[in-house]
Nanobody, 119 residues
Framework: VQLAESGGGLVQPGGSLTLSCIAFGTIVNDNAMGWYRQAPGKERELVAA???????TIGDSVKGRVTISRDNAKNTITLQMNSLKLEDTAVYYCNILQIEADWKAGNYWGKGTLVTVSS
């Protein structure tokens, strides 16, 4: 499985940004796709995730400011971020977690896309 992210860039505080991720390869049922981020000197943290059944979870630091959606037919997720803050600056990584043959846990990451919030 490979993941391709797009949509990062420079945005002013208070602005909005949309990130997209598409998964290529063998995608099995009962999986979860999501976005994580890592700022310099900090641990990677969950931004938002969504299962193929539509259940979502949103990280505490971005609650009320992000929306995650999914197109199962295209194996694509989209993250809409609003009211961006300086502290949202980070590399954002797409992830998919699925249970593969012989109960192997398939946990795959994209290369990351940089989001910089700055005036």
């Amino acid at each position: 499985v490979q993941l391709a992210e797009s949509g990062g860039g420079l945005v002013q505080p208070g602005g909005s940004l949309t990130l997209s991720c598409i998964a290529f390869g063998t995608i099995v049922n009962d999986n979860a796709m999501g976005w994580y981020r890592q700022a310099p000197g900090k641990e990677r943290e969950l931004v938002a995730a969504i299962t193929d059944k539509g259940s979502t979870t949103i990280g505490d630091s971005v609650k009320g400011r992000v929306t995650i959606s999914r197109d199962n037919a295209k194996n694509t997720i989209t993250l809409q971020m609003n009211s961006l803050k300086l502290e949202d600056t980070a590399v954002y990584y797409c992830n998919i977690l699925q249970i593969e043959a012989d109960w192997k846990a398939g946990n795959y990451w994209g290369k990351g896309t940089l989001v910089t919030v700055s005036s």
